[in-house]
């Protein structure tokens, strides 16, 4: 029973969250949104636990889709970066707010970014693009994610400085629009380089909060060294290219890790 600790223990963390959100917001939204988002996670692990190699995938479409198409279409929430500034500006802890705070900065702390390999709704269409394992070495574009942070920001900020009207019917029309944008990119820049992550690793503005937090993560793959025969599969079959044979926080890419356990799966000794 101490392979399923890890799957238990996640279960516990949001559960504690779902429960502690439902009583200090007296909203049972929240007890349901996290307790099924806990459920959906602990799956996962399990079922990657039992070896089922579809087990990543699963998760993703099942907190994805639900963001997406429930939070996102149906509650006409913007769950993307501009729908939390906007909460942020309003001074309300709801909706955005609470997801970036517990998936986004602090999330990170325990379990990096698990959330890009897990929840995202836009890496959950990239990753059914061909380009799974990188076609060529990393370019040094990461700084346009701070460009579509900033523009983020600008955008929100503009339309309360402007005192635009209807701004809750905007959001929701950026939600969409911004999606559609994203996916366009994603997908352009996949097939341009050659990797379905391209945009995670140069474009999306919700990384410049998760790298950070993401160095201190407590959930992290590890080499055993004795184990470890330098064969560099691990580093080939990275879809971040992620160096996982060093075990220290200032690793290659090391705040890049989405846990997609691909490098563990494909180690021919069990070192990872």
């Given at each position: 029973?101490?392979?399923?600790i ?11 969250i779902a ?8 909203n ?9 988002i ?22 993703q479409?099942?907190i ?22 906007y ?5 309300v ?7 970036y705070?517990v ?7 325990i ?11 836009t890496a ?11 076609a060529?070495?990393r ?6 994610r ?9 955008f929100?900020?503009?339309l ?13 029309w950026a939600f969409?629009?911004g999606n559609?944008?994203?996916?366009a ?9 050659k990797?379905?992550?391209a ?23 590890k080499?055993d060294?004795?184990?470890?025969i330098?064969c560099g599969?691990?580093?080939h ?12 926080r ?14 563990v799966?494909n ?6």
């Open positions: 029973m101490k392979k399923y890890m799957p238990i223990m996640m279960l516990a963390v949001f559960e504690a429960v502690t959100l439902w009583l200090t917001k007296s049972i939204f929240y007890l349901f949104n996290f307790s099924y806990g459920c959906s996670v602990a799956l996962g692990i399990f079922l990657f636990i039992r070896k089922n190699k579809y087990a990543r995938r699963i998760v479409l099942l994805g889709l639900y963001m997406l198409i429930y939070l996102g279409l149906i509650c006409g929430e913007n769950m993307q970066i501009e729908g939390f500034w909460y942020l500006f309003t001074g802890f709801e909706a955005a707010t609470i997801h705070a998936a986004k900065i602090f999330g990170p702390l379990f990096g970014r698990g959330w890009c390999g897990y929840a995202c709704w959950m269409v990239l990753d059914f693009l061909p380009y799974k394992v990188p060529q070495p370019k040094k574009l990461g700084w346009i701070y460009i579509t942070f900033i523009l983020s920001l600008v929100v900020s503009a309360f400085l402007a005192h635009v009207q209807n701004i809750e019917r905007i959001m929701f969409i629009i559609a944008i994203y996916y990119v994603g997908i352009i820049l996949a097939h341009s380089l990797d379905n992550r945009f995670c690793k140069y474009v999306c503005p919700v990384t410049v909060f998760l790298k950070p937090m993401s160095y201190f993560a407590l959930v992290r793959v080499c060294k004795g184990k470890c330098s599969k691990c580093r079959v990275c879809p971040m290219d992620v160096d996982m044979k060093d075990n220290s200032k690793r290659a890419n090391g705040t890049e890790c989405i846990l997609c356990m691909e490098c799966k180690c021919p000794k069990g070192a990872l």
